[in-house]
Nanobody
């Protein structure tokens, strides 16, 4: 059974940092690119970052480029999102997601990130 479990969210002041983790199971993690999405209240889900299956290539939304870093550890079946210089507009629920047409229907519960003073 495919499972995605996000963690690491919380309340942080503007300019602060958080590291999100997503533990994956039930599929061959190392074979798939992985994404991080976020959804703010009243807004559509937004693709934030993508990493290829072996981590050689990454891509970011313009809104987070230069501040966020996506990485993965295939030995631990985990994908990470290091978020630096956080802004109030980064407040959202963050989800990891499998970049696969066959497995695209699987989502975790997400982890809440709140950036506020």
């Amino acid at each position: 059974q495919v499972q995605l479990v996000e963690s690491g969210g919380g309340l942080v002041q503007p300019g602060g940092s958080l590291r999100l983790s997503c533990a994956a199971s039930g599929f061959t993690f190392s074979a798939y690119a992985m994404n991080w999405y976020r959804q703010a209240p009243g807004k559509e889900r937004e693709l934030v970052a993508v990493i290829t299956s072996v981590g050689g290539n990454t891509n970011y939304a313009d809104s987070v480029k230069g501040r966020f870093i996506i990485s993965r550890d295939n030995a631990k079946n985990t994908v990470y999102l290091q978020m630096n210089s956080l802004k109030p507009e980064d407040t959202a629920v963050y989800f990891c997601h499998i970049d696969s047409r066959r497995l695209r229907g699987y989502w975790g519960r997400g982890t809440q990130v709140t950036v506020s003073s």
